[in-house]
């Protein structure tokens, strides 16, 4: 069931979609359902991107760490374009985070006259972000990074890189996601009883 506290940014969905342009895509998430957590999308042309489609990694990461209220930087799709990138926390009467509202401006021809619009250049880190239309690719696209950034197959890695993958999964709020681990343990083959277990030994829960 939506949040009323995410309904009620509905509206400035349309407003800054509105005063910013085509360019500039704007996203509220409800996160109640983070696998379909987008409830309202003006300009998703900008990420491919839809109603009901999945919470990114970024934000399975806010959530995990309960924070910080508001983001702004600059990262790159898988087809290349350059965005720069706001988000806004969402809270119930609670505190709970609830939901974002996000702004991604593609920049891949910025505007003249000032401000910083530096982004990731092709040799740096993974993606800061994954933009994807299901949580399956959002996992796989975060495995990828991490297999490029090493250099080796998913086949070739040795326990304590597998480990090291499944730690950067964890800390980037993945096994949030229902499903997550089951992914997860066929594309590793091992059991979903092995991913918990690696999982605990992650977080100092018990040793394996």
């Known amino acids: 069931m939506q949040s009323y506290r995410v309904r009620e940014y509905e509206i400035l969905v349309d407003l800054l979609a509105d005063l910013l342009g085509n360019s500039c895509e704007v996203v509220l998430h409800d996160i109640s359902d983070p696998e379909h957590s987008i409830v309202k999308i003006r300009n998703g042309h900008v990420t491919g991107r839809d109603v009901r489609g999945p919470i990114t990694d970024l934000g399975l990461k806010m959530i995990k760490e309960n924070g910080p209220e508001t983001v702004l930087y600059a990262t790159k799709t898988e087809h290349g374009k350059l965005l720069r990138c706001a988000g806004l926390v969402i809270r119930d009467n609670q505190d ?15 505007p003249q006259g000032g401000g910083d619009f530096s982004v990731p250049n092709e040799n740096s880190s993974p993606r800061l972000e994954h933009f994807e239309m299901n949580i399956n690719d959002l996992i796989n696209s975060n495995i990828q990074d991490m297999l490029r950034n090493m250099g080796k197959g998913l086949q070739d890695l040795t326990r304590e890189e597998k480990l090291q993958v499944l730690r950067k999964l964890d800390e980037k709020g ?29 977080r100092g829960e018990q040793k394996v």
Request: glycine share 4%.
């Open 174 to 202: 993945i096994f949030l996601v229902r499903g997550a681990v089951k992914q997860v343990s066929e594309l590793f083959f091992l059991s979903r009883v092995s991913i918990y277990k690696y999982l605990a030994k992650i």
């Open 96 to 110: 709970k985070i609830v939901g974002f509202l996000c702004i991604n401006m593609d920049i891949t021809k910025p």
